[in-house]
């Protein structure tokens, strides 16, 4: 199983940027998938999980300002990132609890995108 994440880049201060993570390989389903950043000198740090079913979960940091969503048939989430803040600068990591078959489930992550915000 592998995660490609996308979307990241360079943006001003209230800018937007939306975020994508494809996983992909022997899946037979998913349960949470999920965004994590690490900004330097920081340790990493949940941004949102989405369920498979139920209620999202977002840091307090990020409230009214991201949405996490996903689409099951593609095996993607997103997160629409909107209002900037140059403390949301950091590597932004997509994470997925994936059965790859019906007993056994492990965890993954994606490679990491970059998103950087300027004052």
């Known amino acids: 199983v592998q995660l490609q994440a996308s979307g990241g880049g360079l943006v001003q201060a209230g800018g937007s940027l939306r975020l994508s993570c494809v996983a992909s390989?022997?899946?037979?389903?998913?349960?949470?998938m999920g965004w994590y950043r690490q900004a330097p000198g920081k340790e990493r740090e949940l941004v949102a999980v989405?369920?498979?079913?139920?209620?999202?979960t977002y840091a307090d940091s990020v409230k009214g300002r991201f949405t996490i969503s996903r689409d099951n048939a593609k095996n993607t989430v997103y997160l629409q990132m909107n209002s900037l803040r140059p403390e949301d600068t950091a590597v932004y990591y997509c994470?997925?609890?994936?059965?790859?078959?019906?007993?056994?489930?492990?965890?993954?992550w994606g490679q990491g995108t970059q998103v950087t915000v300027s004052s």
């Open positions: 994470n997925a609890n994936v059965y790859y078959d019906e007993y056994s489930i492990n965890d993954f």
């Open positions: 390989g022997s899946i037979f389903s998913i349960n949470d």
């Open positions: 989405i369920p498979s079913g139920g209620d999202t």
